[in-house]
């Protein structure tokens, strides 16, 4: 077994409709947001968790690929010709395997720096609060919801790496990029975030680029649409 290539996948993250992830509020005050966004505990800057990046991606490959389980855990294979497994692994409770390491990283996605600044010249906020009603069926009473987001517009550094390993079971690397994009492309149809349903967490993937680390080859991506990926695929 050998690491034989690394590729470093980056961009932006570009939100198109305001975005909530959800974190936590160590000290609750009254009249203060119950529902904020996750922030970086020294900068206090909203970020996008790895997890919750890979984790969607993951799950909506699933789903596209019809791998949901019916008790709705986590697929797990083992399969050397399934891109999930062979992706994003396996649990490491696995007693098995026959697939090798997990294939991606997912970073945590940063704000742009740029967009920080440009933010700051203006004098506008990081974050906006966005209320919401819950509203009782009978009396139409409504019990407002003050929830946290990133505005639409913000701008997210995301990384990706990818390693490449010489194994005696071949994994066709090649495609399992073209998976990877399949699922870039399923969440920009889908949402990132909580609120999805009511208009939050829609996304666009901007300025990616496919770098090899070996020989510092850097490569212009764009993701296609989902015909001509699942044609690519099955070429």
Same mark, same amino acid.
């Given at each position: 077994m050998k690491l034989e290539n690394i590729y470093k996948i980056t961009g932006q993250i570009v939100a198109l /409709?305001? &975005?909530?992830?959800g974190g $936590? $509020? !160590?000290?609750?005050?009254?009249?203060?947001?119950? %529902?904020?966004?996750?922030? %970086?505990?020294? /900068?206090? !800057? #909203?970020?996008? #968790?790895?997890? $919750? &990046?890979?984790?969607? =991606?993951?799950?909506? &490959?699933?789903?596209?690929?019809?791998?949901?389980?019916?008790?709705?855990?986590?697929? !797990? *294979?083992?399969?050397?010709? *399934? #891109?999930? *497994? /062979?992706i994003f692994g396996l649990s490491s409770n696995k007693k098995e395997n026959n697939i090798g390491p997990t294939r991606i990283v997912v970073r945590d996605a940063n704000l742009n720096k740029k967009w920080i600044e440009l933010i700051n010249e203006q004098n506008l906020i990081i974050t906006e609060s966005k209320t919401e009603n819950n509203i009782n069926r009978i009396t139409a009473h409504a019990t407002p919801r003050p929830i946290e987001?990133? #505005?639409?517009?913000?701008?997210?550094?995301? !990384? =990706?790496?990818?390693?490449?390993?010489? &194994?005696? %079971?071949?994994?066709?690397?090649?495609?399992n990029f073209l998976y990877i994009l399949l699922a870039m492309k399923l969440l920009e149809l889908d949402y990132l975030g909580g609120g999805g349903s009511r208009g939050s967490g829609k996304i666009e993937f901007k300025n990616? +680029? +496919?770098? @090899? =680390?070996? %020989? @510092? $080859?850097i490569e212009d991506v764009t993701i296609p649409e989902i015909k001509e990926l699942e044609k690519m695929i099955k070429s």
């Open positions: /409709t305001g &975005l909530h992830i $936590s $509020s !160590e000290i609750m005050e009254i009249g203060g947001m119950d %529902n904020p966004v996750i922030k %970086n505990p020294i /900068t206090n !800057e #909203p970020y996008i #968790p790895g997890s $919750s &990046l890979k984790g969607k =991606m993951r799950m909506l &490959l699933e789903w596209y690929e019809g791998k949901i389980d019916k008790d709705g855990k986590v697929h !797990e *294979c083992n399969e050397i010709n *399934c #891109p999930i *497994c /062979t987001r990133v #505005p639409a517009g913000a701008k997210f550094d995301f !990384e =990706m790496i990818y390693k490449k390993f010489d &194994l005696e %079971n071949k994994i066709d690397d090649e495609k990616i +680029k +496919k770098i @090899n =680390m070996i %020989n @510092n $080859s």
